[in-house]
């Protein structure tokens, strides 16, 4: 971070010693004013901008002002907002002869204000200019506004106190946010570091706006979005507002990625127990009384609580494109995907709790505009999981309630097309009643599908080389290969104890072998069992192997868009919703446009790049995966243009003949009976072959199995941590 020395405090006549970790301390237990109806009164557009800031919400604050009706007023309300924060600015007083707490409502004017008005030059800077009707060179000029203001601001600062050492710790902790964001493996907590090695101590607003505008406007992702290129969607709960920044319309989110953002965020588990203790405790009785029995609604709204950021940070993209994007996908509970009941019933209750605090954060974000149709409606998309036949009705009853859908643990061209075309059905029912649909999504889980053929093959070919060697020597090769893959000692004794296709399995899997097959202990155990020759024909056999498997989840994307969203098959599409439904042609073409394909679980960049459409396409990324786009975009010779469309270019066929060869691939590529049944009925021609999974066997399809079995002990060991968490307070209530 920026070099601290010699802050420890700013000047010694004042009434409070105030170091950076003093200014963090009085901004986070400064008294946020909840946010209640009616609004209070407010004079104008900047003075609530002001005021929603100084009541601790500063980037609903920043977020008022991306609205069209002041596309042509823009310069107009920076100026007004920069006018009265000058003269607040210019009262604050910091004598030594001020009392602390008068001192510290000082601190947290300032640093309030700054965050605001930094948070609306990254709006300005980012892809939401373009959502809200900016013209450029307007956002240009509102932002070096914003930058002049904030550069006389700090010399102020430094005059009065010595430093800016307000302004640094709002910097700092902004770009603290992005370093959050997976431990520090991801693309944004790169951008935080490249922004650090440019800040200049002696100008920091200056240096901090030019280095981040830079970064924003120059990543891969912002460029891709501008260009048409694709969507982007992230796999992950935090650093949304950056995302949002550079054209990020989506995230997809489940009960471990809620645990995971509490533990990445110690802060937002100090949140929730005090939203426990404060809230829950008088809105549920009962669960403090009974936590075990209300765990799977606990979990739920520690769920919620987890996600409601997510839900304010794409408030702007979800109205501003009458709900085609800023979507957040929620996964209900595990526990009852398989039933059509339970899940619409769990599906309702959360969309409809989630709706009463969205009416309150509408009524701020766009008060004084013109009255948006509906406020409140949830920004909302449940995970349906298509491990279960169940997911076609549940798809189907969803988008009939007007709540758009992810259809997720999804592998097959069967699965995702049925599913896709029950969630259509849904909508053309909803738009008949006069219910506008909300966006879709049909998830292609390519990299767990990959995953899956990876274990599977690798496994294979392990047992079947083990089978033909006496015991002593298959011992001695598992022991080695478990040691060369980094198992500790401990765990290689308990495998002892297991069958021989169970420590197999273990090896085999992602966490243990990786994402590789060439890895050197895998082939040199190949090659210690002679069944396939020496390391040279192991390489040969291996190579092609491992490249075709790489490809599978892409080839699966690829005809799945081809058959629902081709040039030739779309009109086959909309033609049908017209039939059946007896809706008109623009309102079957609104439909069609309101379901994207999602690439997600991507192990590779080519997983994004090769998957890039213009319509009907959102690339859903981990923090990680998206650091490794960019990285790969910085080369030299890397042509952003040359992946336009990659969804309808042709693939390699040599990796996909390979691939026919495994029978899970070919029950993920080829279509089903029933899928076959449809699309004749339609009229869509091509041979998708017919061994595709049925219906029927999805709950029973390999990599079903793995993930609904992942999910589903991440979400207990989730409700675990939470009703533990509610029982300790219920003690302490109490007492």
């Known amino acids: 971070m920026i070099n601290t020395k010699g802050n420890r405090r700013w000047c010694p006549r004042l009434a409070i010693e105030v170091s950076q970790d003093n200014i963090r301390h009085i901004v986070k237990r400064a008294r946020v004013k909840t946010l209640s109806l009616p609004v209070p009164p407010r004079i104008d557009h900047a003075d609530h901008i002001i005021k929603t800031a100084l009541e601790g919400h500063t980037k609903l604050a920043a977020d008022h002002i991306l609205h069209p009706e002041m596309a042509k007023k823009l310069l107009e309300l920076v100026s007004a907002i920069i006018r009265r924060v000058n003269m607040l600015f210019i009262e604050l007083d910091f004598r030594k002869e001020l009392s602390k707490e008068v001192l510290e409502e000082a601190i947290i004017v300032r640093y309030r ?73 991801s693309m944004l907590a790169w951008i935080a570091g490249e922004v650090l090695k440019e800040l200049k101590e002696d100008d920091l607003a200056k240096s901090y706006i030019k280095a981040m505008s830079r970064l924003i406007k120059t990543n891969f992702y912002y460029k891709a979005y501008e260009k048409g290129l694709c969507k982007f969607g992230n796999d992950y709960a935090l650093g949304l507002r950056w995302l949002r920044h550079l054209g990020y319309v989506q995230v997809s989110t489940n009960p471990a990625l809620a645990a995971r953002a509490y533990d990445d965020d110690p802060g937002l588990w100090e949140a929730f127990k005090e ?79 989630l709706e009463k605090d969205l009416v309150v954060y509408d009524s701020y974000l766009f008060w004084g505009y013109k009255d948006p149709i509906e406020r409140g409606r949830p920004n909302l998309v449940i995970k349906v999981a298509a491990g279960y036949p ?26 995702e097309v049925l599913i896709g075309v ?18 879709t999504y049909d998830t292609n889980m390519g990299g767990r599908l990959e995953d899956h053929l990876r274990e599977s093959v690798a496994g294979e070919l392990l047992l079947k080389a083990l089978e033909k060697i006496d015991d002593d020597k298959k011992e001695e090769i598992l022991d080695k290969l478990a040691r060369g893959l980094g198992v500790k000692d401990d765990v290689i004794n308990e495998l002892k104890t297991k069958p021989i296709e169970e420590r197999i399995s273990f090896l085999m899997g992602k966490r243990v072998l990786g994402r590789n097959m060439l890895k050197e202990a ?84 080519i997983d994004t790049l090769y998957t890039f459409a213009g319509r009907n396409m959102t690339n859903t990324e981990f923090p990680n995966h998206q650091l490794a786009v960019l990285k790969e975009s910085m080369k030299e010779n890397f042509n952003i243009e040359d992946y336009r469309e990659s969804i309808l270019q042709k693939l390699d066929e040599e990796p996909l003949k390979i691939l026919m060869k495994l029978e899970d691939f070919v029950k993920a590529y080829e279509a089903s009976p029933e899928l076959n049944e449809l699309l004749k009925k339609i009229g869509i021609k091509g041979d998708y072959g017919n061994r595709g999974i049925k219906t029927m066997d999805w709950p029973k399809y390999g990599p079903c199995m793995k993930t609904l ?16 968490t509610i029982k300790e307070i219920a003690q302490d209530i109490s007492q």
Do not use: C
């Not at 965050?115 to 990254?122: G, H, M, Q, Y």
């Not at 169940?390 to 699965?415: D, H, P």
């Not at 079995?709 to 533990?724: H, P, S």
């Open 422 to 439: 029950a969630a259509l059905e849904g909508m053309a029912k909803a738009i008949k009643m006069g219910i506008i649909p909300t966006q």
């Open 113 to 185: 204000l700054y965050d605001t008005l930094f948070e609306i030059a990254w709006n300005l800077v980012g892809i939401e200019r373009k959502w809200a009707g900016f013209s450029e060179k307007d956002a240009e000029k509102a932002v070096n506004m914003i930058m002049s203001a904030l550069s006389s601001w700090e010399t102020l600062e430094r005059n009065k106190l010595g430093k800016a050492i307000i302004m640094k710790t709002v910097i700092e902790e902004q770009l603290r946010s992005m370093s959050l964001v997976n431990k520090g493996n």
């Open 390 to 415: 169940a997911a076609l009705e549940i798809a189907r009853k969803l988008n009939e309630m007007g709540i758009g859908q992810n259809i997720t643990v999804s592998y097959t061209v069967s699965q």
């Open 709 to 724: 079995k992942e999910f589903t002990k991440a979400y207990l060991k989730f409700r675990e941590k939470v009703v533990k």
């Open 275 to 353: 939203y426990a203790r404060k809230i829950l405790a008088k809105e549920y009785p009962e669960w403090f009384n009974e936590p075990e029995k209300y765990a799977d609604d606990i979990a739920m709204e520690a769920t919620r609580f987890a996600l409601m950021d997510n839900f304010y940070v794409f408030r702007i993209p979800f109205i501003l494109s009458k709900y085609h994007d800023g979507l957040v996908s929620y996964q209900l509970n595990p526990l009852i995907a398989d039933n059509v009941e339970k899940s619409i019933k769990a599906a309702r209750e959360f969309a409809q709790r």
């Open 522 to 605: 895998y082939v040199e155990a190949l090659v210690e069992t002679s069944v396939y020759g020496d390391r040279e024909a192991v390489l040969k056999m291996l190579t092609p192997l491992e490249n075709a498997i790489k490809l599978s989840g892409t080839y699966v994307a690829k005809r799945v868009y081809e058959i629902l969203f081709a040039p030739w098959n779309k009109p086959k599409w909309i033609e049908y919703l017209i039939n059946k439904y007896g809706i008109t042609k623009e309102e079957a073409e609104f439909i069609l446009d309101r379901i994207d394909l999602l690439p997600a679980s991507k192990r590779k960049p």
